[in-house]
């Protein structure tokens, strides 16, 4: 058989194998010698092993939705009804999926959605995702629930791009402090999360009375902050001063509780167990996390608080859409928190059409919740995303190989993108619209 239709060697345009190709190539090449991928290529599979790695708790937490499920399954039905119609006889040997956000060009158009308590599923948590992240040259949004602080996660992620993710405090000093605390870790951007004033209704948590924050889990951008550490200590001393004493029930699950609370909290084991400060540097995040108040007005003040570029999160309405390009922030993030929070809510993809047309890239638009294959990132920038983040498909690679395990989810989902946008007659992730689908 020919080389090529004319007896010609191919071009060295098409010897060039962009990612897509290279990652083809590498798991086949491995298949020769025998040796199958330890992180599945897709993500059925990939779901059921990690569901068998990890604890009934952890699993509850990470995979678990809203009320029935109903909006984790409305954010995949939506993306079945759009179709991707591929275009042919167009050169697509060298295609370029880079995209431009707030000044850095990024390898791909895939940021590493900030997930809490990834404790819960690996070890080395937060260190091994920023490690995964920075390996592959994308953003990691780093999480305000993490079990390491963002200091450790961005020593191991070196000049790699990395963003804040805001949980915005009951009390405003914590605010400023993790505001400050981002910049000097040379976060890109801050991501103000608006979804969570409230914790949504988690059945599978709730019938395992799991929350892994009350264990002293996911709190460690809190533990490392000294601002927060005095808010405890005066929390303590107003508690004296008081008079109240400690009246909690002495059982077998509150011993376990107290002694993971004392593992986890810095410095020596035994003196933790002997100290107040741990356990109620736990009652105080539950107590000032998030602020059920907060308003639009609120927002206004992040000009004076930080110079970093501004995302707000959650954003599934249009007039809300419109308010935020009022006040003057730089990115919406698109999401219903992967279906954690509302049951019954909209499906994102079904909220990003709308909210499009309203930002008009006027800001930087990013979409959430229910990416899970290569052909979703491209359905999500067609209907008008810059980017899309990542979530429970890299956690579930974390768990099945650490850090090499985040990383490979994340590239074979950047692979199939890359080929995806080819296959479709495309060269460029700019190259994308509305018109490279259909919904029939």
Not at 227 to 247: H, N, S, Y
Not at 315 to 324: E, G, I, M, Y
Not at 362 to 384: H, Q, Y
Request: aromatic share 6%.
């Amino acid at each position: 058989m020919n080389a090529s239709p004319t007896n010609e060697p191919a071009t060295d345009k098409d010897q060039e194998p962009g990612p897509g190709r290279a990652r083809q190539n590498a798991i086949y090449r491995a298949g020769v010698l025998g040796r199958t991928p330890i992180v599945p290529t897709d993500f059925a599979t990939l779901e059921r092993r990690a569901r068998r790695r990890m604890s009934a708790k952890a699993w509850a937490y990470t995979a678990g939705g809203a009320g029935d499920g109903s909006t984790m399954r409305a954010n995949r039905e939506a993306f079945e009804r759009w179709k991707i119609v591929p275009r042919v006889l167009r050169d697509v040997s060298r295609r370029d999926i880079s995209v431009e956000l707030f000044g850095r060009r990024i390898p791909a158009p895939v940021l590493l959605a900030p997930l809490g308590a990834s404790d819960l599923v690996h070890p080395e948590a937060d260190r091994a995702i920023a490690r995964a992240a920075a390996d592959l040259g994308v953003p990691y949004i780093l999480s305000n629930q993490a079990g390491v602080p963002m200091e450790e996660c961005a020593a191991a992620m070196g000049s790699a791009p990395r963003w804040f993710q805001l949980y915005w405090s009951k009390d405003d000093r914590l605010v400023d402090s993790l505001l400050e605390r981002a910049k000097n870790i040379g976060a890109e951007a801050v991501v103000v999360t608006l979804d969570t004033q409230l914790l949504g209704w988690r059945p599978l948590d709730l019938n395992l009375g799991s929350l892994p924050f009350s264990q002293g889990q996911g709190i460690a951008q809190y533990t490392a902050d000294h601002t927060f550490l005095q808010i405890v200590r005066e929390r303590l001393a107003a508690a004296r001063a008081a008079g109240i004493k400690d009246t909690a029930d002495v059982t077998l699950g509150s011993i376990r509780t107290l002694v993971n609370i004392s593992r986890r909290f810095p410095g020596r084991f035994l003196d933790n167990l002997r100290s107040p400060v741990p356990r109620a540097a736990v009652e105080t995040f539950l107590d000032i996390y998030s602020r059920p108040s907060l308003t639009w007005q609120d927002l206004i003040t992040l000009r004076n608080r930080t110079d970093l570029p501004v995302v707000l999160k959650g954003v599934l309405h249009p007039d809300d859409a419109r308010r935020a390009l009022d006040i003057g922030v730089d990115g919406i993030m698109v999401s219903n928190h992967g279906g954690r929070q509302v049951g019954g809510s909209i499906a994102s993809l079904d909220a990003l059409a709308d909210i499009a047309g309203v930002v008009g890239g006027k800001a930087t638009l990013l979409f959430d919740s229910g990416i899970r294959t290569g052909a979703d990132i491209f359905k999500a920038l067609a209907l008008g995303a810059d980017a899309v983040t990542v979530g429970r498909p890299y956690l579930y690679g974390l768990a099945l190989n650490g850090a090499q395990g985040a990383r490979d989810t994340v590239a074979n989902l950047i692979a199939e993108f890359d080929l995806t946008l080819g296959l479709a007659g495309h060269v460029s992730a700019r190259e994308i619209t509305v018109e490279s689908l259909s919904s029939r």
